[in-house]
C-alpha cells in the first residue's frame, strides 16, 4: 500500500536538517543549472536537488507515461501543462524514491550521486516562462492603510473593494528569480508642493509582500473557470515581490492605474511549492460581508495558513526583520481570483502568475511594504545596524520567506532575495 506523500510521518533517506523547508513531505519543483547541466527541472529535498532528468531517462518513472523529454527543458511549462493530477503522480512517485525503507535508488549508489546534487553546486533559474502576469489588490488591511493614507478614512476602501477582486494586468517579462539584482528606477515624479513634475531616481523604492499561484491549464476564450473548479487549474504557490516607486507610482496611476512605478521588476522564489503538499495547512480566511454575487461563492476553506517574514539587510550588515504576517488574511482567495478572472470569457495560459496583492495583518508589525510600516516616511524604521530606513536604500537586500508547519511538519518555499542597485 502507497504511504501518501503528506503522511506526517514519513521520513527520507537523504538527510534533512531540521528546520528545513524541504522535507519529504514538500517535493518542490524547480529548474537549475550546474557547471556541467544546462537548466533542467529538478525538486528539493534537505539540502539537495533531485535530478528529474536522470530519474526519467533511468526508468524510474516508467510507469508514468510521461512524454520523452519533459524535464530536459528550460522552464517546467510542458511539464506543468500536463495538468495537476500528473504532477501529483510525479510528486508521489518521488516521495517513494526518496523514502527511508525505499532501495530503489538508495541502493543504486551511482545513480543517487549522480541524481542528488548538492545545493551549494546548482544555480536556480526562473521556474517558468511566465505568458501573463496578473497582480490582485486582496488584503483588506493593506487596502484600508493605503486608502487611510491617500484618501479619506473614513471611506478607506473604495466602493467596489468587498464585491469584486480588484487587480490589473502586469508586465511578465520583468519578473526575475530570486538573487537578480533591481536597478532603482527613474521616471517622473511630483510632490504636493511642487508646480511641474521632475524626471529623477524614485526616492521611494519600496517592497511588497506576496505569494503568486501558477496555472497549469489552457481555457478557451470565452469559457469561464468556477470556484468549484479553480484549484484543479494551479499547480502551485511561489514567493513574490512586487517591488514599487510610490512616488512614480503615486503620480502616474490616475486615472488608469500602475505603470512605471510597478513594471520595472518583480521577484519569484525559484521553487513551485504544490497545492497538494500544502493541504493540510488549509485555513478559513476572514468572513466575507456584504454577501458576494454567486459566481464567487466558494465551499469549504480556500485560505492556507502559511507564516511570511520579511527582512532588509543593508549592504555589509547584518538583516532586520521588520514584518511578519500570514497569507491565511487574504480577503479574497485564489479560488475567487480565477473565477472573477475569466467570468468575462478570459482564457488562461499555463505559467500565467497571479500575485496576492500585499499581505499585511491587523497589527503594525505585519505590514507587508515600506509604505504602511513607516507610514509613507512618517514613522522610520530602526534596523539592526542603528540606520534608519523610511524606503529602500542603495545596497539593501530584501528576503522574503515563507512556511507552512503542523504536526512536526515544515513546508516551506525557501528564499524570495533581491538587492537594490543604484539607477543606471
Known sequence: MKIKANEPKLKSWVEVPNGS???IQNLPFGIFKTRYLNPVAGVAIGNHVLDLVYLHENGFFQDLNLPQGIFNQMY????????????GEVRQRVSEL?????????????????ALIPMSEV??????????????????????????????PENALL?????????????????????????????????????????????????ELEVAFITCAETKLGSQITTEAAEENIFGLVLFNDWSARDIQQWEYVPLGPFLGKNFGSTISPWIVTLDALEPFRAKGPEQFPQV?????????????????VLIQPEKSVPTTVCRTNFKYMYWNMAQQLAHHTVNGCNIQVGDLYAS??????????????????????RPLHLADGSERKFLLDGDEIIIKGHAEKEGV????????????KAI
Open 410 to 421: 515544515r513546508i516551506g518555499f525557501g528564499e524570495c532575495r533581491g538587492m537594490v542597485l
Open 76 to 87: 517546467l511549462n510542458d511539464f506543468l501543462g500536463l495538468g495537476r493530477k500528473k504532477g
Open 159 to 207: 466602493p467596489n473593494w468587498k464585491h469584486l477582486p480588484v487587480g490589473y494586468h502586469g508586465r511578465a517579462s520583468s519578473i526575475v528569480v530570486s538573487g537578480t539584482p533591481i536597478h532603482r528606477p527613474k521616471g517622473q515624479i511630483k510632490s504636493s508642493e511642487a508646480k511641474h513634475p521632475v524626471f529623477c531616481p524614485s526616492q521611494k523604492l519600496d517592497f
Open 98 to 114: 526518496l523514502q527511508h525503507d525505499n532501495n530503489e535508488l538508495k541502493a543504486h549508489k551511482a545513480a543517487s550521486e549522480i
Open 357 to 378: 496583492g500585499t499581505i499585511s495583518g491587523p497589527s503594525p508589525g505585519s505590514y507587508g511594504s515600506m509604505l504602511e510600516l513607516s507610514w509613507n516616511g512618517q
Open 293 to 309: 454575487l454567486p459566481y464567487l461563492n466558494f465551499e469549504g476553506p480556500k485560505n492556507f495558513d502559511v507564516s511570511l517574514e
Open 123 to 152: 544555480q536556480m533559474c526562473m521556474p517558468v516562462r511566465i505568458p501573463n502576469y496578473t497582480d490582485f489588490y486582496s488584503s483588506e488591511e493593506h487596502a484600508t492603510n493605503v486608502g487611510t493614507m491617500f484618501r479619506d
Open 21 to 23: 523547508d524541504f522535507p
